[in-house]
């Protein structure tokens, strides 16, 4: 499994989008030692020229000692199936960005690296490529890891490094989701008890153990407007999201709620909680990428290896231009060295 001293791998993403060219910036910016990038040699150089960029991009074997330095970029290659333009999706390369994750999930377990971390995909140009149930990165791997459940996590920049129980910040959010890619219309049947209680274990066991957090509390919204409302508005609160809360409670989890999830997030609310779960993906992320898109980071709690990644997306209308921030992958490669450095020590303790 992972080792921490190995280097990080950030996997490049979608080829048409940004990920190619955050990677190169940050390198650039001599902000990648002890990394290596999987994609595509011939489009990495393309976009380093494209944008001006001093920097070397260098092959070298997937599982090789040899890590990037300021001004040189090392690249474990993965071959695009088809050029790919900046802002131009193609599903045949759909394949190739598959296989940038299969590389990173292997070295990751035969602990050639830390941890991977992603730069930006696109979920419909890979379902368009032939990979008709594909969701996102999560869900993928999930599957490739062979685990029946994983958490997505994201946490701005400072709450991310606060490692301590109940911090205080105003604006500095931790947000998970109980369910997370499918379509509204599908949210509430998809709000199950068995999911709630499967994914708040998680969400506690991995605040401690990715996140050094001894006692984590969780604030829980409810799904309905004003929770509710008492059964008025809605039924989930009372007949699914109260008895699994009850029920965690029973364990010695601490969750409270559910909460009105347009209030739970104001400061006053969020004093002493180290994580909100949120029901469905744009009640949560909705709001921390307001309290700090660019500064934030996601992460994949129930994985047997170390996942981060960016709080952005594929961006393509940015993509090829030297505009887009490279900032959430710098804040995603520090988290990512950050839980590997952890786990390593906690399981050097056990
Ligand atoms: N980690 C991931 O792989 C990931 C995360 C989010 C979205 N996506 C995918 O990306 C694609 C596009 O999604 P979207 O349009 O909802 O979100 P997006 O994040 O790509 O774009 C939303 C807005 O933010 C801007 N933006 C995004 N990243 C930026 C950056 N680094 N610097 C400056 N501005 C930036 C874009 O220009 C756009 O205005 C979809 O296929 C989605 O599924 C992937
Ligand atoms: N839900 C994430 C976001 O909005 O930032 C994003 O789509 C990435 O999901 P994966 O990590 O599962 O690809």
């Not at 921390?288 to 992460?299: D, M, R, S, T």
């Not at 710098?330 to 786990?343: H, M, P, S």
Request: charged share 15%; hydrophobic share 45%.
């Amino acid at each position: 499994m992972s080792n921490s001293a190995a280097p990080l791998l950030i996997t490049t993403g979608e080829p048409a989008g940004i990920g190619p060219e955050i990677t190169l910036i940050l390198a650039a910016n001599g902000q990648l030692n002890n990394t290596v990038a999987i994609g595509d040699i011939q489009l990495l150089n393309q976009r380093a020229a494209l944008l001006g960029l001093q920097l070397d991009v260098v092959e070298a074997a997937p599982g090789s000692e040899e890590v990037s330095s300021p001004g040189r970029l090392v690249v474990w290659p993965a071959a695009l199936r088809e050029p790919a333009l900046p802002g131009v999706l193609n599903p045949a390369n759909a394949g190739y960005v598959l296989e940038t994750l299969q590389i990173a999930v292997d070295a990751c377990q035969q602990g050639h690296a830390a941890a991977m971390v992603t730069a930006p995909l696109h979920k419909g140009v890979i379902i368009e490529g032939g990979f008709p149930n594909f969701t996102g990165h999560t869900e993928w791997l999930r599957d490739a890891c062979g685990v029946d459940e994983v958490v997505m996590l994201l946490a701005t920049d400072q709450a991310l490094h606060a490692q301590s129980s109940h911090w205080q910040g105003s604006g500095d959010l931790r947000v998970a989701l109980v369910t997370t890619h499918l379509p509204l219309r599908e949210v509430a049947d998809a709000v199950t008890y068995d999911k709630i209680t499967r994914v708040s274990r998680l969400l506690a066991a991995d605040l401690k153990r990715q996140f050094g957090i001894v006692t984590p509390r969780i604030a829980v919204c409810g799904l309905n407007p004003h929770a509710g409302e008492d059964g008025h508005l809605g039924h989930e609160e009372l007949d699914v999201i109260i008895p699994a809360l009850k029920a965690l409670r029973a364990e010695g989890l601490d969750v409270q709620g559910p909460f009105p999830a347009d209030t739970l997030f104001t400061p006053r609310h969020l004093v002493g909680i180290d994580a909100v779960l949120a029901m469905y993906h744009d009640q949560g992320l909705a709001v921390l990428k307001y309290a700090g898109f660019g500064q934030a980071a996601n992460i994949t709690l129930g994985l047997p290896l170390v996942r981060t990644s960016v709080d952005h997306g594929t961006a393509l209308s940015l993509a090829g231009r030297g505009i887009a921030d490279p900032n959430s992958l710098g804040v995603a490669l520090a988290l990512a060295k950050q839980i590997a450095a952890r786990r390593a020590n906690a399981s050097i303790a056990l």
